[in-house]
């Protein structure tokens, strides 16, 4: 179970907002300084993301909380998100090669593929979010050190 804390900054419903700052592991990486993908996440670390979880502990707003995700739900949402796309580009390609198009028209097939891909992934999350298994769940209220 990958965990990480963050805190309630609103309550609707059964559901509750939680804040979490988002971090790179860069931080714990001894060769961050000579590193492309360390110079990226340093441009958008310290940005609050704000998550949305079932408030089924009754989580009050400003409680410090953990919240957590499964690595295989983790690993679902990571295929969905990049594979799909990529193999549409690839598929509508080289299908469209295979036909005999032009390559602008093959160029064309493939951007075409990558938006179906999206497409597909945008179903895949739609019907994870309501199923309720892709979703972040609130694991524990903590206390205040």
Known sequence: MLEESGRVVAIEGDRAWVAIKRQSGCQGCDVRAGCGQGALAGMGSG???????????????????????????????????????????????????????????????????????FVLVSWFQRRGASSGDLRPLLLRICNEP
């Open 47 to 117: 940005k609050i993301v704000q998550i949305s979880v079932i408030n089924h502990l009754n989580a009050c707003e400003g409680d410090p909380v953990t919240i957590g995700m499964t690595e295989s739900a983790l690993l679902r949402v990571a295929v969905q998100v990049y594979l799909w796309p990529l193999l549409g580009m690839l598929f509508f390609a080289v299908m469209a090669n295979l036909a005999g198009f032009a390559d602008s028209a093959v160029a064309f097939a493939g951007l075409l593929g990558l938006g179906s891909g």
